[in-house]
């Protein structure tokens, strides 16, 4: 067998993870006096639980200082990992969001939005669900093939990778990145807090008249 090859990998996929200090985990019980709803942008809201009525809830004044730390991350990966050039990035919308036992969110991205990410907060068991991230296919290829038996995957043969998650773990991803979370086996409510950020005052440039202004 010739084994003179390399692989080159030509557009890896970063996902950036912190961990808050520990400071912020007082905000726990904040998030868990907040008032919740029902989800209204999904056809079964039984299975996929609730979120905080207020879908703005990083610019209350109890939070701002947990939100400047965040924008602070934000401008890391934006501009250092990713290779944009904006000096500062606004929230859109933020929200909490509860997973009860049994409980899912299906495969989805955040449309309006550059930068989205999640915190994670509360009890987590070993079994608690990780985040995914699902490969995203550009070919129109529909042939059916199949895998190699007993063989683990490659990474890049994979089409899910689930992220480990712990309570202060911070995460920050590509919006139109499709993620998901498995169903809540266990007898605790899975706990984050969700938002999605843009360049603050616009994206493009206005000598290429690619500019949009707010």
Request: proline letters at 6%; a positive charge; glycine letters at 4%.
């Amino acid at each position: 067998m010739n084994n003179n090859y390399k692989i080159v990998d030509i557009f890896p996929t970063p996902i950036f993870c912190a961990s808050l200090p520990s400071k912020f985990s007082k905000l726990e019980s904040f998030f868990d006096s907040q008032e919740l709803q029902t989800s209204l942008s999904t056809s079964s809201p039984s299975s996929f639980g609730e979120r905080s009525k207020n879908s703005y809830i990083l610019n209350l004044p109890e939070l701002s200082e947990l939100a400047e730390h965040i924008l602070s991350l934000i401008t890391i990966f934006g501009n250092e990992i990713l290779n944009y050039n904006y000096s500062k990035y606004s929230f859109t919308q933020s929200w909490l969001s509860l997973k009860y036992p049994n409980q899912k969110h299906h495969e989805h991205i955040h449309p309006n939005s550059i930068i989205s990410g999640i915190l994670y907060y509360g009890e987590f068991l070993k079994d608690t669900p990780f985040i995914n991230f699902h490969k995203q296919s550009v070919s129109c290829n529909s042939f059916v093939l199949v895998p190699k038996k007993k063989q683990t995957n490659t990474k890049y043969s994979q089409d899910c990778y689930s992220l480990p998650i712990l309570p202060g773990n911070l995460i920050l991803f590509s919006s139109h990145i499709i993620h998901s979370v498995s169903e809540n086996k266990t007898n605790k409510i899975r706990k984050s807090l969700a938002f999605n950020s843009i360049p603050k005052g616009g994206f493009g440039e206005e000598p290429h008249l690619t500019e949009l202004k707010f």
